[in-house]
């Protein structure tokens, strides 16, 4: 365990000791808290091609991308925790270069916003915002990476926009779990963690502990969802993939990969020919 782990889990053990409730609201604060990244220059790239566009937002304007012709099958492209659009550029370019309308932005709270905090409903409220502007004229595909992949089922789970095709590059499932492995880390105790679920579940308007993505996909309507994940992901494990496909054999594909990595794959070109033949289908 590393210094800075230790050090967080003495400052919780002792604020907790005067306050739990007061602990739990400290806690779910940093589970917001998005680490800035540096952009990877060729990530960077990606910036430096796309069309910049900005769509109001009410906390900060969200800063979004395009590739592709005006006229064409929309795809927009939802990057993952900790990241940004840059990193679905290898992607979004092969999307270009098959007449795809591709659109991209940086999930709030990420990239070059002010603010490096976020949550599940807040993305959900920007991504509905990009889709307003853009207005798509008929049912669209959405390409999701790893907590993009959670946002893109909460979206679309409150909503009613008419979807296509949906892509996982990997998925969690149980939010609640997530939501555990947070307080093993920083080790809270059950009842701290019991007034962080509460408040969790304030912001999300449901209970924590009810949301899957397996059940989620219920809820909405898609004509099929391909999930690619590696075996050996050390991020989200694999069977989390499983899952999601088990309670919705009908309407999902898994593509198991082995050794691409969770962020890797993102540029593995046997990811990128596996989405091309998927949409092509």
């Given amino acids: 365990m590393n210094l800075q782990i230790q050090s967080i889990r003495l400052y919780f053990k002792v604020i907790s000791f005067f306050s739990s409730r007061y602990a739990a609201a400290i806690a779910f604060k940093l589970f917001q808290k998005v ?5 990877r220059k060729r990530e960077e790239d990606f910036y430096l091609n796309a069309k910049h566009f900005k769509v109001s937002s009410n906390k900060e304007d969200i800063n979004c991308y395009e590739l592709g012709p005006d006229n064409s099958d929309v795809v927009f492209l939802l990057h993952g925790w900790e990241s940004n659009a840059g990193s679905l550029s290898k992607i979004a370019y092969k999307l270009e270069e098959n007449n795809f309308r591709v659109i991209s932005f940086d999930l709030p709270g990420h990239a070059k916003y002010k603010s490096n905090y976020t949550n599940l409903p807040e993305c959900k409220r920007a991504f509905i915002n990009v889709i307003d502007f853009i207005k798509p004229k008929k049912s669209f595909t959405v390409i999701s990476h790893s907590f993009g992949s959670a946002v893109t089922t909460y979206t679309f789970s409150k909503s009613n926009y008419k979807l296509d095709k949906l892509i996982f590059l990997t998925s969690p499932n149980s939010i609640l779990e997530i939501f555990n492995d947070f307080k093993k880390m920083i080790g809270i105790s059950n009842k701290t963690f019991s007034y962080l679920l509460e408040e969790a579940d304030l912001l999300a308007n449901e209970k924590i502990k009810d949301f899957n993505i397996d059940e989620k996909l219920k809820s909405f309507t898609f004509s099929k969802l391909l999930l690619i994940h590696d075996e050996n992901d050390k991020i989200i494990p694999f069977k989390n993939s499983e899952s999601i496909v088990q309670k919705n054999p009908n309407k999902t594909e898994l593509k198991k990969f082995k050794n691409i990595g969770h ?12 989405i091309l033949m998927f949409l092509s289908k």
């Fill in 263 to 274: 962020y890797k794959m993102l540029w593995n070109n046997d990811v990128v020919d596996s």
């Fill in 35 to 39: 680490r800035i990244k540096s952009i």
